[in-house]
């Protein structure tokens, strides 16, 4: 069965950076993607982007552009994602999502990781 | 602002039928997903595509679109239902991913 196992929390104080890992077993990793979502307290979910584990594009929202960068280890099956000049409203809990392709569909969040709490705090 | 527009809190009584919509004009041009997500938990996905659940999602859960509105329909809610739902899709460049607000469902 897929799973995808999270890196445990993190503190981090503001200007910091932090990275996350995601290692995908149950599937051949590089033959999706992994995407990545955030949810800050009591919030809803915010898509981060996307990285093809096949050949490593990435496609970032627009609003974490130049602050982050996805990246994958394929000879482990694993997903990064770090986040540079945190903020406090960077505060929340980070999820990695498998993609997937099923009946003709792209799937952008298939199975999830059990998401890491990063706190931005001083 | 998201693109994708959810009322925020819907209930229902146990037993009975309650539709979930999720507005956006990307709508039109891609279909939605739903995500389940209950307190404390990961999302979990319940609908796909046009109207496909992937596999160990009850069939009481279905998926609509028309226009610029997708549904979520599940019929016979129970209460293992209750949960906040999230519907997702890409935003009007078709380039991001974009989700709604959420709707908080409770089932009475």
């Known amino acids: 069965q897929v799973q995808l196992v999270q890196s445990g929390a993190e503190v981090k104080k503001p200007g910091a950076s932090v990275k996350v890992s995601c290692k995908a077993s149950?599937?051949?990793?590089?033959?999706?993607?992994i995407s990545w979502v955030r949810q800050a307290p009591g919030q809803g979910l915010e898509w981060m982007g996307w990285?093809?584990?096949?050949?490593?594009?990435?496609n970032y929202a627009q609003k974490l552009q130049g602050r982050v960068t996805m990246t994958t280890d394929t000879s482990t099956s694993t997903a990064y994602m770090e986040l540079r000049s945190l903020r406090s409203d960077d505060t929340a809990v980070y999820y990695c999502?498998?993609?997937?392709?099923?009946?003709?569909?792209?799937?952008?969040?298939?199975?999830w990781g059990q998401g890491t709490l990063v706190t931005v705090s001083s | 602002s998201s693109e994708l527009t959810q009322d925020p809190a819907v209930s229902v009584a146990l037993g009975q039928t309650v539709r979930i919509t999720c507005q956006g004009d990307?709508?039109?041009?891609?279909?939605a997903s739903w995500y389940q997500q209950k307190p404390g938990q990961a999302p979990v996905l319940v609908i796909y595509?046009?109207?496909n659940r992937p596999s160990g999602i009850p069939d009481r859960f279905s998926g609509s679109s028309s226009g610029n509105t997708a549904s979520l329909t599940i019929t016979g809610a129970q209460a293992e239902d209750e949960a906040d739902y999230y519907c997702?899709?890409?935003?009007?460049?078709?380039?991001?991913?974009?989700f709604g607000g959420g709707t908080k469902l409770t089932v009475l």
């Open positions: 999502a498998s993609m997937a392709s099923r009946d003709g569909y792209i799937i952008d969040f298939e199975y």
């Open positions: 990285i093809s584990a096949y050949n490593g594009n990435t």
């Open positions: 595509g046009k109207n």
């Open positions: 990307s709508l039109r041009s891609y279909y």
């Open positions: 997702n899709s890409r935003d009007s460049s078709g380039n991001m991913r974009v």
């Open positions: 149950g599937y051949t990793f590089t033959s999706y993607g």
